[in-house]
């Protein structure tokens, strides 16, 4: 019955789930419009707090920072809720696709309509840069932090280590002077580590079936290869989508047909480069997580078993690759935050925040780059009307004035009319 009362909180996470576009970096952004200035659910230290800890973390950052959003409101059964909300309508749409690819013409698909999403979530990405700017940059090793971590993030934006390597960096940056946040009191000491066997008996669990089924030819093996592999890239993925979709494509297109399997004549895990590609444009054309490319991935590999074991596939991709996300985020936050009570710990947070705006400001420039820059000195017009849509966006956030759904849906129907 408790739960009835944050049914208006589920609400705002459903509508979030089909109008968050622009992956990790623009989910950032909606989510600072829509949890913290619109509902108040929590503060912009809270957001930019909960976003340090995920970057720290492989998995979906942006699936954990919103599912910690729900844990600070109603504890681990809401947690999990607005977890299964957030995930189900890009979760869904992936796996139909993977039904719908045999039936349609991807050539047909009038992807013009999203053509506006991209700078749209830049917009987003510079306006939640400027609003924690001033809650972070406060002295000069945090301005030194912020402008290392910009040049880092613009010149080394796809490197998958790169978000952790500065994270952990401009922690240890700001303890090198206990001046400024002095240890008081003796902290408490007591730290329970026991939850996270249940995620690391599952990793090694899951591997040794994997391997074993696929050595001694299990009839029933596929839907277990494919639970270790989603598993795995949810486990050990940092970077986000942008790392996560190149792994994928090694694991089920390029490794079944290298040599050491076509001479093994393995029956792995497997899809079509041509199927693969349609796949992962999909998903960055849909609101939601990028992981929700697991569902697809998952129905397309058992494809070949029927459309029992494809709906399976579906199922075990989009639970696998997400369970890792959420036991790490639930079993690390409850440590994160008896960590905090420590002055180096909370001297490290400095250097954390620090480095998020850092790296939200030099993803902006990246995008930016990757954007619109070169079509706007070529002088084609879609790259003026990119750079008017960025403006565009973040003067209107800046109003406070107009919901985040809304800016969607206008850049939505804008590229549908252009």
């Known amino acids: 019955m408790l739960l009835f009362r944050h049914i208006p909180f589920l609400r705002a996470v459903f509508w979030h789930?089909?109008?968050?576009?622009?992956?990790?970096?623009?989910?950032?952004?909606?989510?600072?419009?829509?949890?913290?200035?619109?509902?108040?659910?929590?503060?912009?230290?809270?957001?930019l707090e909960y976003n340090g800890f995920c970057q720290l973390l492989p998995g979906a950052s942006s699936t954990q920072t919103l599912t910690l959003i729900g844990y600070k409101r109603g504890g681990i059964p809401l947690a999990i809720i607005t977890l299964l909300i957030w995930i189900l309508p890009a979760s869904t749409i992936m796996g139909a696709l993977s039904f719908l690819l045999d039936y349609i013409d991807d050539r047909s698909l009038k992807v013009e309509v999203f053509q506006f999403i991209r700078p749209m979530a830049i917009g987003f990405i510079a306006y939640?840069?400027?609003?924690?700017?001033?809650?972070?940059?406060?002295?000069?090793?945090?301005?030194?932090?912020?402008?290392?971590?910009?040049?880092?993030?613009?010149?080394?934006?796809?490197?998958?280590?790169?978000?952790?390597?500065?994270?952990?960096?401009?922690?240890?940056?700001?303890?090198?002077?206990?001046?400024?946040?002095?240890?008081?009191?003796?902290?408490?000491?007591?730290?329970?580590?026991?939850?996270?066997?249940?995620?690391?008996?599952?990793?090694?669990?899951?591997?040794?079936?994997?391997?074993?089924?696929?050595?001694?030819?299990?009839?029933?093996?596929?839907?277990?290869?494919?639970?270790?592999?989603?598993?795995?890239?949810?486990?050990?993925?940092?970077?986000?989508?942008?790392?996560?979709?190149?792994?994928?494509?090694?694991?089920?297109?390029?490794?079944?047909?290298?040599?050491?399997?076509?001479?093994?004549?393995?029956?792995?895990?497997?899809?079509?480069?041509?199927?693969?590609?349609?796949?992962?444009?999909?998903?960055?054309a849909i609101p939601g997580p990028v992981f929700s490319i697991g569902s697809f991935t998952g129905g397309m590999v058992m494809r070949d078993e029927g459309p029992s074991m494809q709906i399976l596939g579906c199922l075990i991709g989009t639970i696998a690759i997400f369970l890792p996300s959420a036991l790490l985020v639930l079993f690390f936050f409850p440590v994160w935050h008896n960590l905090k009570k420590y002055a180096v710990i909370y001297r490290s947070l400095e250097g954390i925040n620090a480095a998020v705006v850092g790296i939200m400001a030099g993803a902006t420039c990246y995008l930016m780059k990757d954007t619109f820059l070169f079509t706007l000195f070529d002088g084609k017009m879609i790259g003026l009307w990119n750079l008017v849509i960025v403006i565009a966006t973040f003067l209107l956030l800046g109003t406070n004035r107009i919901p985040a759904p809304l800016i969607v849906m206008g850049c939505l129907l804008l590229g549908w009319l252009l």
């Not at 494919?226 to 996560?244: C, I, K, P, Q, T």
């Open 128 to 284: 939640s840069t400027f609003r924690i700017y001033n809650l972070s940059i406060h002295n000069t090793i945090t301005r030194v932090i912020m402008v290392a971590a910009t040049l880092t993030t613009f010149l080394a934006f796809k490197t998958p280590w790169v978000f952790p390597a500065l994270i952990v960096a401009a922690g240890i940056a700001t303890n090198f002077s206990d001046r400024r946040i002095p240890q008081k009191g003796v902290p408490p000491k007591k730290i329970k580590w026991g939850n996270m066997l249940i995620f690391l008996a599952l990793f090694a669990l899951a591997g040794y079936l994997s391997e074993t089924a696929s050595s001694d030819n299990w009839r029933d093996r596929k839907p277990i290869n494919l639970f270790e592999n989603a598993y795995r890239f949810g486990s050990l993925v940092f970077g986000g989508g942008d790392v996560l979709i190149p792994l994928m494509y090694e694991q089920y297109v390029t490794r079944p047909e290298t040599r050491r399997v076509q001479e093994t004549k393995r029956d792995v895990l497997h899809m079509t480069r041509e199927d693969f590609l349609t796949g992962s444009g999909v998903v960055r």
């Open 17 to 47: 789930s089909i109008t968050a576009f622009g992956g990790p970096q623009g989910h950032m952004g909606m989510m600072l419009k829509t949890f913290v200035h619109r509902r108040r659910d929590l503060t912009e230290e809270e957001l």
